[in-house]
């Protein structure tokens, strides 16, 4: 949640401190659909969004056919990571890491492309796995748990899977946000073969009227056979417990959901969704079709065509884990992996120099926290 204080904030000739490089921390997500960058600064305990940039690749087109990246989707991301790095020069970034996710994980040639990546632009990627992007994604979203909640299911829906991850709210809220980066009370996990671009071309040759019981049928399918259902789907029976769902998908329900004539990020992340108002906007958007669905300003174009694959996903998961409220975040790995960076270090010990009447060395300072448009801060804890 945007801290609108803060953000009011000025220095003493009314503007706010420009952040040196060293300053600035980076983080970039290349996910299957997505290329993001979030450039932040630390603001006291929270932290000012510098810059960011989102840019559409769908660098996992025709994956799940051929079991490679294509040539054209490789070019595609290429020109978003370039873009990026331009944005890293001009800003002389002090800190930045880059995680790679379902996409390169899957491709046979996702390691070659990670090191052309490196060798055009000099960012180093890193193809984490499905439990530490699940992990990131709940770190991201740490400040979306309920006062009132024994547990959280966080729901991360890519394009080329989806992240669950099922939290002790009551630890979490107890240890804060550093005890839930470094031993998170994550009581199971899975990443489901479920994703708005895979479950897109999976059923691409399906009329819309069939596609999405098609669609349902095979999320359900999925889901039910994961171990851990049965154990959450009682958890989120609790009164109080509820889901954070975290993705395009989500953020783009709520934005209709609150009738908005173009996105506002301030009214969307951490909005409360109910079960009804929740299927209510499933419903209008699956009978809305391709068209209408493009039409609507907080979706267009751009997006609409994988919106169906995202409700079934939703859909789905809301009705396997029948908990009675969701809470949305426009926030996810990107703000997990920054604040990871900015509190998840430990300060080294004090060393005494060689010599006689040796001095303590003075202490590397940590930085603190993340979110999403420029101007805006978050908490840190």
Known sequence: MADKK??????????????????LYAAVDLGTNN??????????KTFRVVDSHSQIARLGEGLHETGRLSDASIERAMDAMHAIRRKLKAHGVGKVRCIATEACRKAENGPDFIRRVHEETGLTFKIIGAKEEARLASIGCHDLIGGDAPSVLVVDIGGGSTELSWLNAEMARANGLKGLI??????????????VVTLTEAFAHLPEA?????????CASVIDAWQGTTAIRSAMGQRGAHLIGTSGTVTCLAGVHLKLDRYRRDRVDGTWLSRKSGQDVLRLLVESGPDGRAALPTIGEERAGLMLAGCAILDSLWTAF??????????GLREGLLLSMMYGQKKPRRKRRGGRGGKKTGEMGQASTPNTTSGETGHAG
Request: proline residues 11%; hydrophobic residues 35%.
């Open 6 to 23: 803060a953000a009011g904030r000025r220095g003493n000739r009314g503007r706010p401190r420009t952040a040196k490089p060293s300053e």
């Open 35 to 44: 290329c993001r960058l979030l450039v932040a600064a630390p603001h006291g």
């Open 182 to 195: 470094h031993r998170a009370p994550i009581q199971n996990w899975t990443s489901l073969p479920l994703g």
């Open 322 to 331: 029948p908990a009675g409220r969701m809470r949305v975040g426009d926030r």
């Open 210 to 218: 069939e596609a999405y019981p098609a669609m349902m049928g095979h």
